[in-house]
C-alpha cells in the first residue's frame, strides 16, 4: 500500500521557520521524483519545489528560490522542505508528491499558517 505522509506543519510567526517531512512507503523511493506543492482554499495547486530521483537535481518556484530547500534521503525513504523566512503568503496546504512517468502518488497534506 502506497503512503506518502507529511508532518512538520503548523502556526509559524512571519519571518520564522518550518522543516515539512514527507514518509514514503509502499514503493521504490529511490526510482521517484518527489515534489512539494501547496493549495490555499479557491486557488489551483502549485508546485513549490522538485527533487530528482537521486537528488542532484532540484527546482523551485521564482518566489520560494531564496528561501525554501528540498532534500531526499533515499535511505530513509524521506523528503523534506526546509522553509525559511516565511510569509503570510505562504499560507496553504502543503502537499508531498511522487511522480515516475505516469504514475504518480499524493499525500494528504499538511497545514501550514504564517501569522503573527
Known amino acids: 500500500q502506497v503512503q506518502l505522509v507529511e508532518s512538520g506543519g503548523g502556526l509559524v510567526q512571519p519571518g520564522g521557520s518550518l522543516r515539512l517531512s514527507c514518509a514514503a512507503s509502499?514503493?521504490?523511493?529511490?526510482?521517484?521524483?518527489m515534489s512539494w506543492y501547496r493549495q490555499v482554499p479557491g486557488k489551483e495547486r502549485e508546485l513549490v519545489a522538485e527533487?530528482?530521483?537521486?537528488?542532484?537535481?532540484?527546482n523551485y518556484a521564482m518566489s520560494m528560490k531564496d528561501r525554501f530547500t528540498i532534500s531526499r534521503d533515499n535511505a530513509k525513504n524521506t523528503v523534506s522542505l526546509q522553509m525559511n523566512n516565511l510569509r503570510p503568503e505562504d499560507t496553504a496546504v502543503y502537499y508531498c508528491?511522487?511522480?515516475?512517468?505516469?504514475?504518480?502518488?499524493w499525500g494528504q497534506g499538511t497545514q501550514v499558517t504564517v501569522s503573527s
Open positions: 508528491n511522487a511522480r515516475r512517468w505516469m504514475t504518480v502518488y
Open positions: 509502499g514503493f521504490t523511493f529511490s526510482k521517484y521524483n
Open positions: 527533487i530528482a530521483s537521486t537528488g542532484g537535481t532540484t
